[in-house]
């Protein structure tokens, strides 16, 4: 509900579970269809120990829909017995679901028909596919072009750290080979691993990626992970004009610090979610341990916004133990409202509002 608390005329007093398999299963994207309100969940089935693409739908009123895939869900493997997730997911002004992530070691992309059905006119025709990036790699976030061509973030493997990922690909999901080189773009910042998590494309067309940076290689050598922003031009070049190289740093805590959204304010100033962590901490560059919900907002030109809390950044701390914001939002009434979970004895979901002036 607007104020907070739970719409109970959703689901059991507004919350859904649905089991796709006798293990665990994980809903990593959402989207809602304009058209009737329905909704779109998408994630893995069966992750232990190793899961498939999972997608179900549901009415506005959280009952499944029927009327797609097999009493409302659909299950896809693409590496077999390596593992495959969807972790980012769009619905195209036709309809059909684009989801993107992981299959086996490699980034993933799909696309399904209104029913749920495999698209058969994308990816060479079998509706899904592991696109090689790098030795390897994975997808954590997707954008759709008004072309029809996509965007996607995460990471790739050119030697032994993982690098910021950024590729392009056209509508029947070949990758563009004119952008980047061969289609996608590896960025890194101090030959520590760096992994993208969130992109948006401004409306100028420049590309705005965040992530995590500076987590330890395999050596050990790291380990003081900050958030980090690249912006791109149009065509995967970096935008020099932001922080000079295209490239900007935040670490306010000097211990680990990372970004899981973004958001563009109309005034074109940026703003990320994601976590800040607490002095001595021991935190992974997936998932921090302990640490707060953290809201950055960055100046056009890639500096931090000291107008907005402090020094540019605010921390929101829930129950003493490890919180983190996943995903970002502006309302219309220009408030920022970010959701993750947060730690208190148990993992619990979370979400919280802020003023953005």
């Not at 596919?129 to 029809?148: D, E, Q």
């Not at 494309?201 to 590309?207: H, K, S």
Request: hydrophobic residues 40%.
């Amino acid at each position: 509900m607007p104020n907070g608390s739970l719409d109970t005329t959703f689901g059991t007093g507004g919350k859904v579970t649905l089991n796709f398999s006798a293990l665990a299963d994980i809903v990593r994207a959402v989207a809602i269809q304009p058209d009737d309100g329905k909704i779109v969940a998408a994630g893995l089935a069966n992750s232990e120990p190793a899961g498939d693409i999972a997608v179900a739908r549901f009415h506005p009123n959280g009952s499944l829909d029927t009327t797609f895939g097999t009493g409302g869900k659909v299950t896809y493997d693409i590496s077999g017995p390596t593992g495959d997730a969807i972790r980012a997911m769009v619905l195209q002004p036709d309809g059909k679901i684009l989801g993107a992530g992981v299959a086996g070691a490699n980034p993933a992309i799909i696309r399904l028909n209104t029913d749920g059905s495999l698209d058969t006119t994308f990816a060479g025709g079998a509706g899904k596919a592991a696109v090689p990036i790098g030795t390897a790699g994975h997808i954590f976030a997707l954008a759709l072009l008004s072309t029809g061509k996509f965007l996607v973030a995460g990471f790739g493997t050119p030697t032994l750290a993982n690098d910021f990922m950024l590729a392009r690909f056209n509508p029947d999901g070949s990758l563009d080979a004119t952008f980047g080189t061969g289609g996608s773009v590896l960025t890194d910042f101090n030959l520590l691993n760096d992994l993208a998590f969130a992109v948006v494309v401004q409306p100028d067309g420049r590309i705005l990626v965040g992530g995590d940076t500076d987590a330890a290689d395999p050596f050990g050598v790291g380990g003081d992970i900050k958030a980090g922003w690249v912006r791109y031009n149009a065509d995967g070049s970096l935008d020099t004009t932001f922080d000079g190289d295209g490239k900007r740093q935040v670490n306010p805590t000097l211990t680990s610090d990372g970004i899981r959204g973004l958001a563009i304010q109309n005034d074109g100033k940026t703003l990320a979610c994601g976590f800040i962590g607490e002095a001595n901490s021991v935190t992974s560059f997936l998932d921090p341990v302990v640490g707060d919900f953290g809201v950055y907002r960055l100046n056009t030109n890639g500096t931090p916004d000291t107008s907005f809390g402090t020094g540019g950044f605010v921390r929101t701390d829930f129950g003493g133990q490890g919180d983190g914001c996943r995903a970002i939002a502006l309302q219309t009434t220009n408030k920022i409202v970010v959701a993750g979970g947060a730690t208190t004895n148990r993992l619990n979901f979370a979400a919280a509002r802020y003023k953005a002036t």
